[in-house]
């Protein structure tokens, strides 16, 4: 069984920065592009930022030139550098990639992390 686990959240000012980590586990043969989600109180979830095998980065509209996706193949590890933190950024945010493993590929999608920004 895969799973991934993300951490790094908490509680911020505006202003101040976090770094999140999103790290793949179990018996895995592959990973797909890797994601970060975010999803506020009322609000659909939404994309923040993928990276695709070859390190390929997008971002959404509301986090360009502030955010930063990147990835460690080797450590099976996502990570999301945010800073400017605003409280607009407020939100559980959640990793997703499609993982292979022994059952094949599996949509795996982590816990979620509370990031809160104060103003």
């Known amino acids: 069984q895969v799973q991934l686990v993300e951490s790094g959240g908490g509680l911020v000012q505006a202003g101040e920065s976090l770094r999140l980590s999103c790290t793949a586990s179990?018996?895995?043969?592959?990973?797909?592009?890797m994601r970060w989600d975010r999803q506020a109180p009322g609000n659909q979830r939404e994309m923040v930022a993928t990276?695709?095998?070859?390190?390929?980065?997008r971002y959404g509209d509301s986090v360009k030139g502030r955010f930063a996706i990147s990835r460690d193949n080797a450590k099976n590890t996502v990570y999301l550098q945010m800073n400017s933190l605003e409280p607009e950024d407020t939100a559980v945010y959640y990793c997703?990639?499609?993982?292979?493993?022994?059952?094949?590929?599996?949509?795996?999608w982590g816990q979620g992390t509370q990031v809160t920004v104060s103003s």
């Open positions: 997703f990639a499609h993982i292979r493993g022994t059952t094949g590929w599996i949509a795996t």
């Open positions: 179990g018996s895995i043969f592959e990973i797909s592009a």
């Open positions: 990276i695709s095998n070859g390190g390929t980065t």
